[in-house]
């Protein structure tokens, strides 16, 4: 029994070494987030803007967006909105032209999917784009503030800079908790987890909505990434190539999360079964250019997708710490604790630095509820057959 004792000890400790490395990465990153500042060297130059947006059965939203761009702060005559109707059975290309947008219709049933509509877009049709300077990507279930596309300006018209993300934030953080704790998810991921890495790295991690490129890159590039997570892809890609993505936390779109526990489900297995399949292709070419060339930005990419999510390893830290106070003591324990000093600050910073609503403060009560809602859906995607298809997702409150 002692020798069972002692292996089950070991194994423990293992875990509490092993988990301790994400802990210590999240302390790292949201300090270095608190010492993120916005690149504002030169003046805004005014550039020609052109609103990408990829759409596939959006006729209920479509105008909302497109009304959003219209109405911001930036001139007509410096502004182009092209959507691209992909595989649409009801009338967004309609609403879209009524609505003022240059609209782009694709028809292909066997290439479905965002990234494949990006691709067809950005290399057939070329001669629709080739008067603006920068390409905005934006869903089209989104509003974007008023000084979006002057932010976006702002951004390239500082020397150096070839791609953008924005912040991507929650608009009906009051909805319910789910759409309470996302928002809450959003101020930590999409904002302070891309400060943080910028600092440290000099670059970040597209989102997929709120996007912006120089057009000469995407003229060039096209969108080759067709997976389920083809924004992640992308900036791997683009780190590769050497172009960073800078990180403008002004520039601000936001969308309705879903309320309910169908659809939200829905969601977030597409969204974290593509990213957990994108880490197990792309984790040891990082950590091999980063041994190649020492470059900490290759580093922190691996540890950019390498960390489970939230949920996920507020999860794991609980397993790990129970199994901790059965078998372990002293300094073992305090490292543990520490896992949950650090969580906690990480969460809090993110809502500290985005200035959070007291709605999405309180809300944070409801996360351990949420962490067990998670529980099957992660199970669920161990067994079910992957797929790249897009697949729109149910609106509520449009």
């Not at 880490?279 to 580093?299: D, N």
């Not at 939230?310 to 999860?315: F, G, I, N, T, V």
């Not at 161990?382 to 897009?390: E, F, G």
């Amino acid at each position: 029994m002692n020798h069972v004792a002692e292996l089950v000890e070991l194994i423990v400790r293992l875990l509490v070494i092993l988990l301790s490395l994400p802990a210590a990465y999240l302390f790292v990153v949201t300090i270095a987030a608190y010492l993120f500042r916005k690149e504002r060297v030169a003046a805004n130059r005014m550039l020609r803007i052109g609103v990408l947006i990829p759409a596939h059965n959006e006729e209920t939203g479509i105008v909302r967006t497109i009304e959003s761009i219209r109405a911001g702060n930036w001139p007509a005559e410096l502004t182009s909105i092209f959507v691209i109707a992909d595989n649409c059975s009801d009338r967004t290309a309609e609403m879209a032209r009524k609505a003022g947008a240059t609209v782009a219709e694709r028809t292909d049933t066997v290439n479905r999917g965002k990234g494949q509509a990006l691709d067809w877009f950005l290399r057939e049709r070329k001669e629709l784009y080739r008067q603006v300077e920068v390409i905005t990507i934006i869903d089209a279930d989104v509003a974007a503030d008023p000084d979006y596309l002057r932010e976006v300006s702002l951004s390239f018209s500082q020397p150096g800079i070839e791609a953008l993300q924005a912040y991507n934030g929650v608009s009906n953080p009051e909805a319910g908790w789910r759409p309470g704790l996302l928002d809450a998810a959003f101020n930590v991921f999409n904002h302070l987890r891309m400060a943080g890495p910028f600092r440290l790295s000099g670059t970040c991690v597209l989102k997929g909505n709120g996007m912006a490129f120089r057009r000469a890159l995407l003229e060039k590039n096209g969108w080759p990434c067709h997976s389920i997570v083809e924004d992640m892809e992308f900036s791997v890609r683009l780190l590769q190539d050497g172009i960073s993505v800078h990180y403008n936390p002004d520039a601000v779109v936001r969308s309705d999360m879903v309320t309910s526990s169908k659809n939200a489900s829905s969601q977030r297995s597409r969204w974290e079964s593509g990213r957990f399949a994108l880490v197990r292709s792309m984790a040891l070419p990082l950590l091999k250019l980063f041994a190649r060339t020492g470059k900490p930005k290759y580093l922190v990419a691996f540890a950019e997708l390498a960390i489970p999510p939230l949920s996920l390893l507020a999860l794991l830290f609980a397993i790990v710490s129970l199994l901790a106070l059965l078998t372990l003591h002293g300094p073992w324990l305090a490292t543990v604790a520490g896992w949950w000093a650090i969580l906690i600050l990480y969460v809090f910073s993110g809502q500290i630095q985005r200035k959070a609503p007291l709605s999405t403060w309180l809300v944070l009560a409801a996360a351990p509820f949420y962490i067990l809602w998670k529980i099957p859906l992660y199970a669920a995607m161990l067994i079910r057959k992957k797929s790249s298809a897009w697949v729109r997702t149910t609106r509520e409150s449009i």
